[in-house]
Nanobody, 127 residues
C-alpha cells in the first residue's frame, strides 16, 4: 500500500538548518507531485512547498521562500526539504503528501490536492 515516511526533524537553534526526507513506497513516485505541509500547535495545516514529477516546477509558501528548498530523487523514491535560516515560527510538525496530480502550479499548496499523507516529523526551532 501507499506509504510516506518522514524523517530528519529535531531541535535546532534559530538560524540553523535541517534536511527533512520523505521516503515513498507503494506507488510510482515518478508519476506524482509531492508536497510538504506543516502544522504548528493550535494552528491549521499550512502548505509549505511542492515539486512536480520531473522537478521542473516547484512552489513555496511566501513564509519560507528563499530559505527552504524542495528536491526529489526518483531513483531513491525520496523527496527532500532543505530548511535554512530557521526561525522559531517554523516550529511545527512537518508532513509530506502525495499529490493526485503530476504538476505543481501556484495553487498546489492546497491540501485537497493530496490523497496520502505521512505521519509527520517534529521540527522545533528554539534557543
Amino acid at each position: 500500500q501507499v506509504q510516506l515516511v518522514e524523517s530528519g526533524g529535531g531541535l535546532v537553534q534559530p538560524g540553523g538548518s535541517l534536511r527533512l526526507s520523505c521516503a515513498a513506497s507503494g506507488f510510482i513516485l515518478n508519476d506524482y507531485a509531492v508536497g510538504w505541509f506543516r502544522q504548528a500547535p493550535g494552528k491549521g495545516r499550512e502548505g509549505v512547498s511542492c515539486i512536480s514529477t520531473t522537478a521542473g516546477s516547484t512552489n513555496y509558501a511566501n513564509s519560507v521562500k528563499g530559505r527552504f528548498t524542495i528536491s526529489r530523487d526518483n531513483v531513491k523514491n525520496t523527496v527532500y526539504l532543505e530548511m535554512n535560516s530557521l526561525k522559531p515560527e517554523d516550529t511545527a510538525v512537518y508532513y509530506c503528501a502525495k499529490s493526485r496530480y503530476s504538476n505543481c502550479p501556484a495553487y498546489a499548496l492546497s491540501s485537497s490536492r493530496y490523497d496520502y499523507w505521512g505521519q509527520g516529523t517534529q521540527v522545533t526551532v528554539s534557543s
